[in-house]
């Protein structure tokens, strides 16, 4: 899928995962601690809406975007 003339890359997974762990696995996270503070931070969005449970599901198919003041990233759940 593109958006503008960027391709967003797909990270597959395999099945379920939780969001923290789906951060940390696709390279936007550092650390598990890491991942906690940007969901808390309101920097990451599932789908386009601010998610802030560290446990939501992921299942494929979702856009996760994280945004910081120095880093933008979106990938598609795969």
Not at 28 to 40: D, R, Y
């Given at each position: 899928m593109e958006i503008g003339s960027h391709e967003i890359p797909i990270v597959p997974v395999g099945g379920m995962i939780r969001l923290g762990q789906f951060l940390k696995f696709a390279g936007l996270a550092e650390s598990?601690?890491?991942a906690t503070e940007l969901i808390t931070s309101g920097d990451v969005e599932v789908d386009g809406e601010i998610e802030t449970q560290r446990g939501r599901q992921l299942h494929g198919g979702e856009l996760v975007t994280v945004t910081t003041?120095?880093?933008e990233q979106t990938v598609r759940v795969g």
């Amino acid at each position: 899928m593109e958006i503008g003339s960027h391709e967003i890359p797909i990270v597959p997974v395999g099945g379920m995962i939780r969001l923290g762990q789906f951060l940390k696995f696709a390279g936007l996270a550092e650390s598990g601690a890491h991942a906690t503070e940007l969901i808390t931070s309101g920097d990451v969005e599932v789908d386009g809406e601010i998610e802030t449970q560290r446990g939501r599901q992921l299942h494929g198919g979702e856009l996760v975007t994280v945004t910081t003041e120095t880093f933008e990233q979106t990938v598609r759940v795969g």
